[in-house]
Nanobody, 126 residues
Framework: QVQLVESGGGLVQAGGSLRLSCAAS????????IGWFRQAPGKERDFVAA????????DYADSMKDRFTISRDGAKNTVYLQMNSLKPDDTAVYYC???????????????????WGQGTQVTVSS
């Protein structure tokens, strides 16, 4: 069983950047497809980005395609979410999630994931 820990959140001005990390323990992250989700106060948990086990396939929510990049570093057992051109609407708690999968698959629905981190707060000021 894998344990996930997110980090890298914080307070940033609109137009700024942050890089979130999702580190794993208890298992090798390369065994899992990874997704990033976010939840703003009073709202549902929404899909942000996903990447396959191999790293060769990825997907993004439409509003993030040109601003966010998901990547994985097998040597560091970590998945990253690079977020650029941040907007106040990006303010949320960001979660990473993992599930076993074929090497080429990624998943975009939160119910498809078995393991979740505790989340990291991202606040974008205007």
């Amino acid at each position: 069983q894998v344990q996930l820990v997110e980090s890298g959140g914080g307070l940033v001005q609109a137009g700024g950047s942050l890089r979130l990390s999702c580190a794993a323990s208890g298992s090798t992250l390369s065994n899992y497809a990874i997704g990033w989700f976010r939840q703003a106060p009073g709202k549902e948990r929404d899909f942000v980005a996903a990447i396959s086990r191999s790293g060769g396939s990825s997907d993004y929510a439409d509003s993030m395609k040109d601003r966010f990049t998901i990547s994985r570093d097998g040597a560091k057992n970590t998945v990253y979410l690079q977020m650029n051109s941040l907007k106040p609407d990006d303010t949320a708690v960001y979660y990473c999630a993992a599930r076993g999968a074929p090497s080429y698959r990624y998943y975009t629905k939160n119910y498809e994931y078995a393991y979740w981190g505790q989340g990291t707060q991202v606040t974008v000021s205007s």
